[in-house]
Nanobody
Framework: QVQLVESGGGLVQAGGSLRLSCAAS????????MAWYRQAPGKQRELVAV???????YYADSVKGRFTISKDNAKNTVYLQMNSLAPEDTAVYYC???????????WGQGTQVTVSS
């Protein structure tokens, strides 16, 4: 059974930092591309950051220079370090694990991040 469990969300003031974690089980973590998405109220889910098993990293323009995605294959965990948070970063953040060669894609339950001004 595949599980992705996010943690680390919460309420923070603008300019503050949070680190999200996503612990994966039931998948071969090192073979999956891991990503963070977010969905703000009334908006579509958007891609925030991606890190694949070859070291490729992608960031949405809105978070470049502020957010850092990292993978710890030994702990089957992906992180999202978020610095200089702004109210527009308020959203539910979701972890995704994708293995295109197998056609699989799994989601976590989401963790709420709220940034107050």
């Amino acid at each position: 059974q595949v599980q992705l469990v996010e943690s680390g969300g919460g309420l923070v003031q603008a300019g503050g930092s949070l680190r999200l974690s996503c612990a994966a089980s039931g998948i071969i973590f090192s073979l999956n591309t891991m990503a963070w998405y977010r969905q703000a109220p009334g908006k579509q889910r958007e891609l925030v950051a991606v890190k694949d098993n070859g070291g490729y990293t992608y960031y949405a323009d809105s978070v470049k220079g502020r957010f850092t995605i990292s993978k710890d294959n030994a702990k089957n965990t992906v992180y999202l370090q978020m610095n200089s948070l702004a109210p527009e970063d308020t959203a539910v953040y979701y972890c995704n694990a994708e293995r295109k060669s197998r056609g699989t894609s799994y989601w976590g339950q989401g963790t709420q991040v709220t940034v107050s001004s």
